[in-house]
């Protein structure tokens, strides 16, 4: 990956969070955090990786960014300056659900340890 799509996925993640928390005005959204962004290397696609805080919110979530999309991407392209600004998909990250998911098979492994005697 260059330096420069590196640079342009930093950039797009910092605007859509603050697009996200200063132009969408919907409860629905409560605390969300923008993750990750991956933009294709055409630069036509951007995936906005994002979590919630309460997970059983997320698909709800999702809906509405969806829904949202296209007034995201015209706000996207009056603040950064690209040829042509790529299209928005949002996707779920469910990175931290795995880390508990693994966390919690490891506590499980160990339960059954017995205690070292010296």
Do not use: C, W
Not at 2 to 8: A, L, N, V
Not at 39 to 60: C, G, H, N, Q, T
Not at 85 to 105: A, H, S
Request: glycine share 2%; aromatic share 8%; charged share 35%.
């Amino acid at each position: 990956m260059t330096h420069r799509i590196e640079r342009i996925e930093s950039l797009i993640k910092q605007e859509i969070s603050q697009i996200i928390l200063f132009k969408l005005h919907d409860p629905v959204f409560g605390f969300i955090t923008v993750t990750n962004v991956k933009v294709s290397p055409d630069l036509k696609l951007a995936k906005i990786y994002f979590s919630v805080f309460e997970k059983e919110k997320r698909k709800m979530v999702l809906e509405k960014l969806q829904e949202v999309s296209g007034l995201v991407r015209s706000e996207l392209g009056s603040r950064i300056r690209l040829r042509h600004v790529p299209d928005v998909k949002f996707y779920i990250d469910d990175t931290l659900d795995y880390v508990e998911k693994i966390e919690n098979l490891i506590k499980k492994i160990h339960e059954n340890d017995q205690p070292a005697e010296s």
